[in-house]
């Protein structure tokens, strides 16, 4: 398994983990926490595929490692967790609420995956922080930097100098960990359900907007925008108008017979034992 793949793992239990601390300190039942991240899983990496194979055309990329596409994945995920929660009676608001933080914390280790590959980095900088990726995917090299992603080899550069460049992939690192502080110390907001899940689309949408701009991308297409920037922008729009909807005390109700309701719960519908 790569590096990527123990960091997906590694963010999908912690993301569980999130969960489950929320679901306890509501009385409500911590088991529900594995059944939505599986689903989330699930759907996720259905999702990221798909979207893949539809922005490449590239159909073998079902069936290998690569060819995940995180606006996909975050699409797939959703709907399989909605999907789950209307068979269990779960609301959709709650569930987008307590899956904030989990997909903050889990796209951040995700990230640190990226790293440990050294895939999705960006372009090149001589920042003294800049890294060089001489078995990255691919290597930072200039030709490689030119041929795949268009970007111009500087004067004097020889075609296979490996080049420093941004690590992008630290930078997503350290602007998710601060939207799961922010968003794990926000958990317990007075304010509607589904606001929480509407400051998650803000910070998510914002950070990838912003990065994209030195990102190491073949999809810039409307003066030098990329498809990711795109969809941020609409993500973005929703998570303002999901604050702006639920900023008051409306609280959703957990119907009695709700898939996250403890067996002994007050209001917990009893089957007879005759």
């Known amino acids: 398994m790569t590096g990527y793949g123990v960091m997906l793992m590694v963010g999908f239990l ?5 969960i489950q601390r929320q679901l306890r300190s509501r009385g409500l039942n911590e088991e529900a926490a594995s059944d939505m991240v599986m689903w989330a899983v699930v759907g996720g990496i259905v999702g ?16 290998s490692r690569s060819g995940l596409v995180w606006y996909g994945g975050f699409v797939g995920g959703a709907a399989a967790v909605f999907v789950n929660g209307l068979r269990q009676r779960i609301p959709a608001r709650l569930a987008l609420d307590l899956a904030a933080p989990a997909l903050a914390v889990g796209y951040a280790l995700g990230r640190v995956g990226c790293f440990l590959v050294q895939d999705d980095y960006g372009v090149p900088t001589s920042l003294p922080w800049g890294m060089k990726f001489p078995e990255g995917l691919p290597p930072s090299t200039a030709q490689r930097l030119f041929t795949d992603f268009g970007v111009p080899i500087p004067d004097g550069v020889i075609p296979l100098e490996v080049l420093a460049v941004h690590p992008t992939q630290l930078y997503e690192v350290a602007a998710m960990m601060v939207a799961f502080w922010a968003l794990w110390r926000l958990r317990n907001h007075a304010r509607g359900t589904g606001w929480l899940f509407g400051v998650y689309l803000l910070f998510a949408g914002t950070e990838r907007f912003l990065v994209e701009f030195i990102r190491a991308k073949d999809d810039r297409f409307l003066a030098g925008f990329t498809m990711a920037q795109l969809a941020s922008i609409i993500v973005t729009i ?11 005390r409306d609280k959703v109700v957990v119907p009695a017979d709700s898939g996250i309701r403890r067996t002994n719960a007050p209001g917990r519908r009893r089957t007879s034992s005759n």
């Open 14 to 18: 912690v993301g569980g983990w999130t």
């Open 48 to 63: 990221a595929k798909i979207w893949y194979v539809v922005l490449t055309q590239d159909l073998g990329a079902l069936l």
């Open 238 to 248: 929703v998570g303002a108008a999901f604050m702006a909807r639920w900023a008051n």
